[in-house]
């Protein structure tokens, strides 16, 4: 269980690679969800077979499965400091394919634009951003309709969760929801307008049933070279839902722009 200190917090991550000594070869970072997510539902999902062609760094966000809890900083920004104190410590200094699931994908969109020297490429599922009146739908301490769950959802969630084997996920869960500034940060993101500015190619994936089909379209029409693929079927789960069919448009990406 690999903890490093970067940024100033100790964060748990995962390095999957099958290179040969001396081998050079994409260096791909996975980024997860929000609350009750964490580098797992790569690692479960496309990590091990990317990992066949790409070496892998899968990281717990800050609050996140085994990484530190800080009481505050949870803005997109702390999020991308802690991705590129990461990659400062791993030696990574080219640039680097980042995979975003869901808040994932905010966090990558952001490091693209403020370092975009850093970022090869951008494959995205399910990746929101912050749009005029976006904070309305944050607030509230459970408030997180906006990144696909609402807050009978996380109650719900919480409770089921309770007395099973996930208690302590659901424990935590609560936890960061509860106390710490994570709801704050987040209300108080302000809408972005530097989608065109996005320079690295992009690839973007969003279910037919997801509640977030504007960012889809958004980003399609803004991010200038973004391909978009909706997939039939799917909701916000998409990773999960269909992760055969993301698995193989990764590896079909990664050929392309590795």
């Not at 499965?65 to 590129?84: F, H, I, K, L, W």
């Not at 634009?113 to 399910?126: D, G, T, W």
């Not at 869960?173 to 530097?194: C, Y």
């Not at 039939?232 to 722009?257: F, I, M």
Request: net charge negative; glycine share 8%.
């Amino acid at each position: 269980m690999p903890i490093e200190q970067a940024n100033g917090l100790a964060l748990h991550t995962q390095h999957l690679s099958t290179a040969a000594e001396g081998e050079r070869r994409p260096q791909v970072v996975m980024l997860h969800g929000l609350v009750i997510d964490n580098l797992s539902s790569w690692y479960y999902t496309i990590a091990n077979p990317v990992a066949q062609v790409a070496d892998v760094h899968l990281v717990d966000l800050r609050g996140h499965g085994r990484s530190e809890m800080p009481a505050t900083g949870y803005t997109v920004e702390d999020n991308v400091d802690d991705v590129v104190a990461l990659l400062d410590r791993w030696g990574i200094t080219g640039p680097v394919h980042l995979f975003g699931n869901s808040f994932g994908g905010v966090v990558a969109l952001a490091l693209a634009h403020r370092h975009p020297e850093r970022v090869a490429s951008l494959f995205l599922i399910e990746a929101h951003f912050a749009v005029e009146g976006w904070g309305e739908h944050m607030a509230g301490s459970l408030a997180l309709a906006a990144f696909g769950l609402d807050e009978d959802s996380v109650q719900d969630w919480l409770a089921v969760n309770a007395d099973r084997k996930l208690s302590r996920l659901a424990k935590r869960s609560e936890r960061f929801l509860t106390e710490t500034s994570l709801i704050d940060d987040l209300q108080a993101e302000a809408p972005i307008g530097w989608l065109p500015e996005i320079a690295c190619p992009t690839f973007a994936m969003y279910g037919a049933d997801t509640d977030i089909m504007d960012r889809a379209l958004e980003l399609e029409a803004k991010v200038p070279g973004c391909e978009l693929e909706i997939v039939p079927d799917c909701s916000h789960s998409l990773l999960t839902e269909q992760g055969g069919l993301v698995r193989e448009r990764a590896l079909a990406w990664l050929d392309r722009v590795g």
